[in-house]
């Protein structure tokens, strides 16, 4: 077993997968990849339940399963057996959901399932700014949906309540992007009046900056330049601060990101821990180093099908991905990533 500065270059399989169950979505967010790619339909998107159970039951270490790609999860066909079957073998499994499609049948089941967590995207405390932010699929504001995702989430936390139990685990998401970070401290008191569990705040994933200016990514690329908060710290700043009293008043637990780079380079650690820890894996099969990639193109280790999931994850495009970590010389995709310069 090759070994760089104590890390391994092919460690054990991983304990945490999060795999893309779905890559069709019901919304066109403006800061999501979906909307600046081809539409994906709900059949051809669509994770089989076969390939599911392969890959999952093909780690023996999994304790936590994350069910979420670029789609929405509630699209996936068998979400619901997906959930069960991670529970049976006592994994911890939930997902980040727009939840507009999260009604009260939805929500019961999700409890009786036993879902770990679901954690649901609100980036507004008013409908104006949150329907601006997530368009339906014609690319327009979706005049009620507000409303309907706050209702939806007062369900889900009735029917944990109904059911007395404390998961899943409710968290609300939001985006913090120049457009509507001002309204930050309105969510929080928002979030305390629902009643869910925190209130994570985080930046724009990814700038894009390692892709062409002119290319397939343009679109979003501009998008990304434009809204980061760090490009107004000051303002960001004052948000966060008076969310963060809002929340210390109303007793609500928040998570708020650095705006400011911040990426320590630590001797004998790799600059991002993902690739030995975790892995994402796509609809299609498509093996990458995480999440924040979003883009098949740009940093594939590996297929599955062909190939198991072990084949892939020790592979020598794995071994050089990790190399380059742990060398603090990572592959142009990482420059990019808001987790590696350590302001997600």
Known sequence: M??????????????????????ACNLRCRMCLVRYAPAVGRAEGALSYEDFRALVDGLPALTRLTLQGLGEPLLAPHLLDMVRHAVGRGVEVGFNTNAVLLDRRWSRDLVRAGAGWVHVSLDGATAATYEDVRHGTTFAPRPGQFDRVVANLRG??????????????????????????????????????????????QNLSHSFSDTDPAGRYA???????????ELEPRASHESFAAARAVAAERGLAI????????????????????????????????????????GSDRATLGRLGGRTFAEVWHGEAYQAFRAGLLDHRPAEVCRGCALYRGTF
């Open 2 to 23: 090759t070994r760089t500065a104590g890390y391994s270059l092919t460690p054990p399989l991983p304990g945490e997968v999060q795999v893309e169950v779905t890559g």
């Open 156 to 201: 889900l936390l009735a029917e944990r309540a109904a059911a007395g139990v404390a998961r899943p685990v409710v968290k609300l998401v939001f985006v913090a992007m120049r457009r509507n970070v001002a309204e930050l401290p309105d969510l929080v008191a928002l979030a305390a009046d629902l009643g869910v569990d925190e209130l994570w705040v």
């Open 219 to 229: 679109a979003i690329r501009e998008y990304a330049a434009g809204e980061s908060v």
């Open 255 to 294: 998570r708020l990101p650095r705006v400011e780079e911040h990426a320590p380079v630590d001797p004998g650690r790799p600059s991002c821990t993902w690739p030995w820890d975790s892995a994402y894996v796509t609809h299609r099969g498509e093996v990458q180093p995480c999440c924040m990639v979003m």
